[in-house]
């Protein structure tokens, strides 16, 4: 089967859904598919560019392709006979960022045009999908709350398990990924002035340079910069593993993510304690606070609590680790059987 995998591309962004997209083009040519993968350059600023991108998308026209695979709004919205979408969300500050406050888009006459054209796009191209697959429960709840539609939850794999044997800690605490606003690093920086004698380190690329600038500010006035290291820059895998293996425990603390998160998966792979947050969304579907990690407000004192909770006991850490791995295998998630649900 010629399979076209489509989704966005915004320059100098690296993250989990690139990685995502990245493998399943690989693990469908495995499987015996011929599997090419497109992106479309996007750009949500200023918001009247959305309407542009959607535009630009309901225009491309396609051949030669038996099926599409689109994981991304707005190339969800490609026109195709045979689309099969693996939503990772929709554009979430049309919907549920919107009703927390958090979208970039205006409640006036121009930003209501730009919500309504958004929502009308998203109906076309759900309608037309052969079906519907999303990546977490909380994004086929979101998906049925704001558009109705239903959807089967097909959770990525993780890539490359092998590199996350696990080992020895070092004694610090790793929040990998994407740094940004809503990853929430800053918490654990403003944490790390309550614990003292813990080691954080922050590893993986800004969206942008005000991001690292941010930090490193941060860094500075919270006085932690002694015990805080920020490689602040796409890691190969292997480096990023080490990191892993070698870690105390893993931080991650997103708001409302729509997936487990590759964050939470690595740890767990390897064997670590996972420290979240109360709102951190599809995380939360296989962290148990007490079990296989930390959950706690999104606040300084209560990370910096379950940080030296962590290095207080680590004959628990290791054993809250071992329940993490547990929980993954427990998933069942490969690629083999990821890609026969998605060509089916």
Known sequence: MKILVLSTLVPFVHGGAEELYEHLVLNLRRQGH????????????????????????????????DRVIALKFPAYMVPWHDKVLWVLHQFRQAYDLLDAGQSHIEQDTAGQRILGAIRAGDALAFSEARRIYTNAPITSRRLKHYNGFDSE????????????????????????????????????????????????????????????????????EEAVEDRLTLDLRFLPRAELAALV?????????????????YCTME????????????????VLDVVRDGENGYVVPPEPESLAAAMRAVAADRTRARVMGMAGQEAMAALRLDWPSTIKRLVS
């Open 267 to 282: 740890a767990f792979q390897a064997a670590k304690p996972m420290i979240t947050a109360t709102d951190a969304g599809g």
């Open 34 to 65: 011929e599997a090419e993968g497109m992106r479309l350059p996007f750009s949500w600023n200023p918001p009247e560019r959305l309407i542009d991108e959607m535009l630009i998308a309901r225009q491309i026209r396609l051949w030669n392709v």
């Open 153 to 220: 939850v097909l959770r990525p794999p993780l890539n490359d398990p092998e590199l996350f044997a696990g080992g020895e800690d070092g004694g610090y605490i790793l929040a990998s990924g994407r740094v940004n606003a809503g990853k929430r690093q800053s918490l654990l920086i403003k944490a790390l002035r309550h614990a003292p004698g813990l080691r954080l380190i922050i590893a993986g690329p800004p969206d942008a340079p005000a991001d690292e600038q941010a930090l490193r500010r941060l860094a500075a």
């Open 245 to 261: 293996n070698d870690a105390l425990a893993v931080a991650y603390l997103p708001y409302d993510e729509d997936s487990l998160g």
